[in-house]
């Protein structure tokens, strides 16, 4: 059998490397808590920043995100709407899988800067307050969903975290 992880053929991500899970988790199903989430993505981070340092560890996590916003975009948003809707429909998923709560702050008339929050963090929401901007996931799904979206590059910076001592997570998203 081949092992979707570490295939020599195609290490690239796609949607339906997520399998069924309907099928294979029958009694369990989709459901899990927020801190078997933060495990895996916790140990990971520590593991990498192990190997390569905080500052490749933190640009991997956010490369990650951004392939992740990609095939999110493409799995579940209309690239085709007009950016209200397209917000919208962005907010509804976001609640609907408990992502988080969006909410769009500020938009330039030309989309060159978007404002947006994101309340109710899988990421860091309930963490104690550690001085640190850890949302580089975040940052890069962002950076991601926006690229489908737009066909534009953007570059998403936390401004705020709630690992911050913030109670929410702020992002400026600026096309480059």
């Known amino acids: 059998m081949v092992n979707i992880f570490r295939s020599a053929n195609d290490k690239?991500?796609?949607?339906?490397?997520?399998?069924?899970?309907?099928?294979?988790?029958?009694?369990?199903?989709?459901?899990?808590p927020v801190e078997v989430y933060r495990q895996l993505e916790f140990s990971l981070i520590e593991a990498l920043t192990k190997r390569y340092g905080a500052e490749t560890s933190n640009a991997i996590f956010k490369e990650a995100g951004a392939i992740a916003g990609i095939e999110f975009t493409k799995k579940h948003l209309n690239t085709n709407a007009s950016f209200k809707d397209f917000m919208t429909d962005l907010?509804?998923?976001l609640y609907k899988l408990r992502i988080g709560i969006l909410n769009v702050e500020h938009v330039e008339a030309d989309f060159s800067e978007i404002i947006v929050t994101l309340a109710d963090d899988l990421d860091c929401s309930g963490l104690p307050p550690?001085?640190?901007?850890?949302c580089d996931y975040d940052e890069g799904f962002l950076e991601g969903i926006l690229l489908q979206y737009t066909g534009d590059k953007y570059e998403v910076t936390?401004?705020?975290?709630?690992?911050?001592?913030?109670?929410?997570?702020?992002?400026r998203c600026r096309k480059i």
């Open 12 to 32: 690239k991500f796609s949607w339906e490397k997520l399998g069924n899970i309907k099928e294979g988790r029958p009694d369990l199903g989709d459901h899990l």
């Open 91 to 93: 907010y509804k998923i």
């Open 130 to 134: 550690n001085n640190e901007m850890i």
């Open 158 to 171: 936390e401004i705020n975290c709630w690992a911050n001592g913030d109670r929410i997570c702020r992002f």
